[in-house]
């Protein structure tokens, strides 16, 4: 692998994939942000109920919630407090060792998750899903998901 300060060229393809990578991190998350919209979940707060409701008890300490969103432990904090403000989410501290805190779904978070879902799902077919070629997804979701743990490890690079 080259050195950081001497990389090697982009080809054609590679650049015009990393140019239309950094439209789509910018454009995507606007697009789906309205469609959402019209749910009174943002696709943040979404995100958090999804992760919550496939958690075992419907609980996560806040640093796994943080990681597993993509987010920092502040950010998940804004956002989970924000939650808790609308009874849909509440904190606790964490049982075994009494440091840092648990979010736990609430019956009304369930609700909200349930009816955001199908504004959620279109969203993400119209906007994403439906745009690529089927017998892509299975390598783009492989790749997507070492991407996306390389970048939420500290120290570690991608090969």
Known sequence: MAADTDPAPLSPDELQLWQSLGRLVHALPRALEDDMSRTGVTMTE????LLLSSAPDMRMRMSALADAAGLTPSRITRVVDGLSKHGLVRKERHGEDGR???A???ESGLHAMEAAQPAHLASARRRFLDQIPEELVPALASTFADLADSLSQPGRTTT
Do not use: H, M, R, V
């Open 46 to 49: 979404f995100a958090a109920l």
């Open 100 to 102: 840092g805190n648990d």
């Open 104 to 106: 736990i779904l609430t």
